[in-house]
């Protein structure tokens, strides 16, 4: 289990301190590996005794791990507000696309001139 929690903190250090530069491949491959760890801490878990030793002992690293997940969520929540934005662009161009092109549709309507 020592060796689960060193590669699951090492791995979510190394990506907190790359989040700026990573890209969606990196982010998606670094979440496979993080959920395959947690399964398998979380399986050794649930073996343990409640009064275990060893929960302590992990509780450091249960620390670390909180730390540099905030930093990973505030990088999420940036690239998130940063493709909602790019989403919004999109859907007001489209508004606009589709409000001038609509212009140029024929309408069935007649106008009748009379003279007075």
Known sequence: MDELFASLVSITEAAALRSDSMEDEQWAEFMEERVKLL???RRLDAELPDNAPERLRYQEA?????????VIMSRMEELKAEAAEHLGKITDFRK???AYDGADTAIDSYF???KW
């Open 39 to 41: 399964i398998q801490i």
């Open 62 to 70: 249960a620390k670390r791990l909180a730390d540099w997940d905030a």
């Open 96 to 98: 606009q696309k589709d």
């Open 112 to 114: 009748v001139d009379k």
